[in-house]
């Protein structure tokens, strides 16, 4: 009989799933070392955010086939120990959801009629109606920043409550928007005309302080705030300094850029503000939401069936993933690429397996180039599992083919994308150690490693062009790794790709379009 270990609480609904198929050991608080010495005799592990499993841990999990996070995130898992050693990870993506929709619109309605402040002036004594007349919500403008799960389930609560939907999403479709009753439109639009604004993204370099002093400036007076996501998406300082000077109207937040909340100049604020400790999944139902996802896809596993919401490689033998995993990397970094070149929101992605590549299982490399394609935006809420699906409720069309002609290389993928930013297409390919090389930007041969920071040029194959883009780059303290020109004719049309150390400051990229022979211009930032 299969045995399971529970190192972290969990509720008793999990356990009970799992005794359906195994012998159930409940150990927790247990160390690194404790855990260590155990693992070896258990087929899976169950944990919540308690327990470290670490490379050693899975390591010596001889007899793991599975390890289940009752909840979100699994950054106290590595992930690519475990893949390597063909143990599924799998955690509960939708086990909160329901709970944080409800605590966000829990949040604004709190905040609009100053319920906080309210029962404790009346827990203190007092009746005073005057100091807490509110606002309704009904007929008013709610700006939702990431129309994802959570995102669009506060869309259909805030829809039932009569209020307009305005979204600002540039990975979803306008059709995909349009089913759940909102109006797709670019970011300062939404701060301009939104009464609420709700945030469910998450925290990136790009969404970093993306509500500052320049976002607040731009909102009505009267335009309240609610952050129910990740903390560190609004610059705190200013949204004090904001709700101080009555730029803005109030705000509710569950989260913040350190936790937990220390001194800080929300604390001095009034009923202008409602904060809560993080509490979004914090409700019996997620809890036993997360318990029993976790458990039944663990119960499902060792019976033999597949996991539904596995974040590394599902359901590969690990003679295939070894022989597939250097494409599967290749996939992934295309996707990535086009997507930024093609301006985020595509609407269709076409894949092309060529040479060897196309006479092997190909599903996996489609995902893994799904991956890529929505990585930019979704970061760690996108996995090898729900690539497929997110992409499909986000109304991209996908097409596979397959030309098993070998040219240049043995194996190579093409991937072409339509976006905002017109029809961008990247074939890339492996060395025979295993480096991946961008072979073709948009039709121009190059040969390339991805970098982190890349800037491609569309511009005249004439004289002075690379030079005044270097001076250029210069003057700004951006040091080039490494440059490679593509072309098909000689003073026709050429591509240039630049890898960069530094990422291109704010402003550069439009100077560089101003110049004469530059038709086109892109910056790309990919995984470190």
């Given at each position: 009989m299969s045995k399971v270990l529970v190192s972290d609480p969990i509720d008793q609904v999990g356990i009970d799933i799992l005794s359906q198929v195994a012998q159930v050991d409940v150990k927790t608080n247990l160390t690194n070392e404790q855990l260590v010495q155990i693992i070896p005799e258990y087929d899976a592990l169950m944990i919540r955010s308690g327990t470290r499993v670490t490379k050693e841990v899975i390591d010596a999990g001889t007899q793991l086939k599975i390890i289940g996070r009752?909840?979100?995130?699994?950054?106290?898992?590595?992930?690519?120990?475990a893949t390597r050693r063909g143990i599924l990870v799998?955690?509960?993506?939708?086990?909160?959801?329901?709970?944080?929709a409800e605590h966000a619109v829990a949040m604004m309605l709190s905040m609009s009629r100053y319920i906080p402040d309210a029962n404790q002036s009346v827990k203190s004594g007092q009746w005073d109606r005057k100091s807490f007349t509110g606002v309704e919500v009904y007929k008013k403008t709610l700006g939702i920043v990431g129309l994802g799960k959570i995102g669009a389930h506060v869309a259909t609560i805030a829809r039932a409550m009569g209020m307009r939907l305005l979204a600002y999403d540039p990975f979803l479709s306008n059709e995909r928007a349009e089913q759940l009753g909102c109006q797709l439109v670019e970011l300062d639009f939404l701060f301009r005309e939104s009464d609420y604004i709700t945030l469910h993204l998450p925290k990136t370099a790009e969404t970093l302080h993306l509500l500052n002093a320049d976002a607040f400036a731009k909102m009505k007076p009267t335009a309240r705030i609610i952050n129910c996501a990740r903390g560190g998406i609004i610059d705190e300082d200013a949204?004090?300094?904001a709700l101080k000077s009555g730029k803005i109207a109030g705000a509710a937040l569950d989260v913040y850029e350190t936790e937990p909340l220390g001194e800080s100049n929300l604390r001095s604020l009034g009923k202008e503000i409602v904060l809560t400790p993080h509490l979004g999944a914090s409700t019996e139902e997620a809890q036993v939401n997360v318990a029993i996802d976790v458990a039944e896809q663990i119960r499902d596993v060792l019976l033999g069936l597949p996991a539904r919401s596995a974040v590394n490689i599902p359901g590969l033998r690990p003679d295939l993933l070894e022989k597939l995993r250097p494409y599967l990397q290749l996939a992934e970094t295309l996707g990535n690429l086009v997507s930024q070149l093609a301006g985020g929101r595509v609407e269709s992605l076409n894949i092309r397996l060529q040479g060897e590549l196309a006479t092997n299982e190909s599903q996996p490399v489609v995902v893994a180039a799904l991956k890529g394609l929505l990585s930019h935006a979704l970061q760690e809420r996108v996995n090898y599992v729900n690539a497929s699906i997110e992409a499909k409720e986000r109304g991209i069309r996908v097409v596979e083919t397959r030309d098993a002609t070998v040219r240049d290389y043995t194996g190579s993928l093409r991937l072409s994308a339509k976006g905002p930013l017109g029809d961008h297409s990247v074939t890339g390919a492996l060395l025979g150690d295993g480096e991946i090389r961008v072979t073709n930007i948009n039709d121009f041969p190059i040969n390339v490693p991805p970098s982190r920071f890349m800037l491609f040029t569309l511009h005249r194959d004439m004289p002075g062009i690379i030079g005044k883009i270097g001076s250029m780059l210069g003057s700004y303290n951006v040091n080039i790794a490494?440059?490679?020109?593509?072309?098909?004719?000689?003073?026709g049309?050429?591509?240039?790709?630049?890898?960069l150390d530094d990422p291109l400051p704010e402003g550069i990229l439009a100077e560089i379009t101003k110049m004469?022979?530059?038709r086109d211009a892109y910056t790309v930032t990919l995984s470190a």
């Open positions: 009752a909840g979100v995130g699994v950054d106290n898992v590595d992930v690519p120990s799998v955690n509960s993506p939708e086990g909160n959801t329901v709970a944080a949204l004090a300094e490494s440059m490679q020109v593509g072309r098909k004719i000689v003073r049309d050429a591509v240039m790709v630049l890898s004469p022979g530059i």
